[in-house]
């Protein structure tokens, strides 16, 4: 069974710095497409960022330029480095495991607060 554990979430000043951890087990983890998903009170999941198993990544327009994600196939663990963030980035942070036969594999979610 594919387990995903967030870490790192926490309450930050905007213009500060966060990162974001997801340690994986149960599963090959050079093997799926890893990313980050957001949800703010009262809207939909949406996208962050995401990795491929080969080292490509896609980002929302919204975070591009100050958000990274990078993954560490040896310590099995994908991070999302946050910085210059906005009191529009506050949400629960989800990370996902997305392998080829389309089962997906989800953390149970960090809380990220950013006040102005």
């Known amino acids: 069974q594919v387990q995903l554990v967030e870490s790192g979430g926490g309450s930050v000043q905007a213009d500060e710095s966060l990162r974001l951890s997801c340690a994986v087990s149960g599963t090959i983890f050079t093997r799926p497409t890893m990313g980050w998903y957001r949800q703010a009170t009262g809207k939909q999941r949406e996208l962050v960022a995401t990795?491929?198993?080969?080292?490509?990544?896609t980002y929302a327009d919204s975070v591009k330029g100050r958000f990274t994600i990078t993954r560490d196939n040896a310590k099995k663990t994908v991070y999302l480095q946050m910085n210059s963030l906005k009191p529009e980035d506050t949400a629960v942070y989800y990370c996902n495991a997305r392998f080829l036969n389309g089962y997906d594999a989800w953390g149970q979610g960090t809380q990220v607060t950013v006040s102005s």
């Open positions: 990795v491929t198993s080969g080292g490509d990544t």
